[in-house]
């Protein structure tokens, strides 16, 4: 079976580990899986609010609209799109044209039962309520700190950025924080998330590895 890989960081996040670590992944995931993996397209540089702006997506639908290729492997179901209804859309160009659409970190996300079309609808309500859910918390913070006439001078939390005013995903960070919980649900301790997070060039903000405390009021934030 033919899959073609794709990869993707926003145009702030110039690193290259996120990358790497997704290619070496989704090149892991092909061969444990049997699939013949014929190329990875790669989104660098852009930014991830609409697919209609990234070619590399483009090119992806494209060999899926067209058949060329049997699979399309992604590290998570996010890096296509983080919009809830672009992600919809996308699931379901890959049914109606029988090609898999598959997740290293979240399995198959194709079916043509209720059962997946439900996940499906699930996965992207689920992804934008935690937005606002953050953003809201964000704000009551904020609200917070100017009743008791508090700076409000510091960072969000680890994971978020504020841009044009607005807080918003930070996507280098979101992927380490995805990272804790794929090895946090793979039944890792807390020593064991710091030390697979330093094998794979993860580090704080500040550029130290990650501290045991550090990990657990991260995840327990997120």
């Not at 160009?93 to 079916?111: A, H, I």
Request: with cysteine; aromatic share 6%.
């Amino acid at each position: 079976m033919k899959a073609l890989g794709y990869i993707r960081i926003s145009k702030d996040e110039e690193g290259s580990v996120s990358l790497d670590y997704q290619r070496a992944e989704t090149v892991k995931y092909c061969k444990r899986e049997g699939l013949k993996l014929i190329g990875i397209e790669t989104g660098r540089g852009i930014s991830g609010k609409s697919i209609k702006a990234r070619p590399a997506v483009q090119r992806v639908l494209q060999a899926v609209e067209t058949q060329a290729i049997d699979a399309v492997v992604v590290y998570k179901s996010d890096r296509m799109s983080r919009d809830g209804i672009e992600s919809l859309q996308i699931e379901k160009l890959f049914l109606r044209r029988g090609v898999k659409y598959l997740s290293v970190t979240e399995g198959d996300l194709t079916g043509d039962n209720l059962d997946s079309e439900l996940l499906s609808y699930l996965r992207a309500g689920l992804n934008a309520r935690e937005r606002r859910l953050i953003a809201l918390r964000t704000r009551q913070a904020l609200q917070r700190k100017r009743e008791k006439a508090e700076p409000i001078g510091g960072r969000p939390a680890y994971g978020w950025k504020v841009e044009n005013g607005e807080v918003v995903p930070e996507p280098k960070e979101r992927e380490v924080i995805d990272r804790m919980k794929t090895l946090q649900v793979k039944g890792y301790s807390t020593r064991d998330i710091v030390r697979a997070l330093e094998q794979d060039g993860f580090h704080t903000r500040t550029g130290t590895p990650f501290s045991q405390t550090q990990i657990v009021r991260i995840l327990k934030a997120a």
